[in-house]
């Protein structure tokens, strides 16, 4: 497939914590989403490698902390990195999870696999792994849609809404000429 154009509501560039946290809450309401993530998998550091406390409430809200904390841990990944293979804690969380903890250094990386299955379930979420965001489309002075390399040629994709969220180093910020603030 050398160019392919794909049309819905939401497309998302990056399927970090926040990227994929927003294709899930889209998706669960019923809004068509794609989230475009660049590298062929989550096992990879993102800011922070534990789950925060704010994340894990969440979680409990949305009524998914029980499968969460069911998820095996997978030391096994992070052999190279014996730093990474410790006991964290996050410590206390408010009294409606105060019970709930995470003691796995991988746990940020399962959080990811965890979203993206999740959202999985409903039918308007499309996650596109390998999916390279390198431009923007503009009409008429709106971003209407992005284009991404991927193994099978690059995708077009036109959506109502167009959300950054692939990192410090975003592409789309570069293109939409967006200055950072410190």
Do not use: W
Not at 26 to 44: N, P, T
Not at 89 to 101: C, E, I, K, V, Y
Not at 169 to 174: D, F, G, K, L, N
Request: glycine content about 8%.
């Amino acid at each position: 497939m050398a160019n392919s154009t794909i049309t819905t509501q939401c497309c998302i560039a990056g399927g970090g914590p926040a990227g994929m946290m927003l294709g899930f809450l889209l998706a669960r309401a019923g809004v068509q989403v794609v989230v475009l993530e660049k590298h062929a998998d989550f096992f990879r550091d993102f800011r922070g490698d534990t789950v925060h406390p704010s994340t894990l409430e969440l979680m409990f809200e949305l009524g998914l902390i029980d499968e969460f904390l069911k998820l095996p841990p997978s030391e096994g990944r992070n052999a190279d990195r014996p730093d990474r293979r410790r006991t964290r804690s996050n410590g206390r969380f408010s009294p409606s999870a105060d019970a709930l903890q995470i003691r796995r250094a991988d746990a940020a990386l399962d959080f990811l696999n965890f979203l993206a299955e999740r959202a999985k379930q409903y039918k308007t979420f499309d996650l596109r792994m390998q999916a390279d965001v390198t431009e923007l489309i503009e009409e008429n002075g709106r971003i209407v849609g992005l284009i991404a390399d991927t193994p099978d040629g690059a995708h077009t994709i036109r959506a109502d809404l167009v959300v950054g969220c692939d990192g410090r180093h975003s592409i789309v910020r570069e293109k939409a000429e967006f200055k950072s603030e410190d």
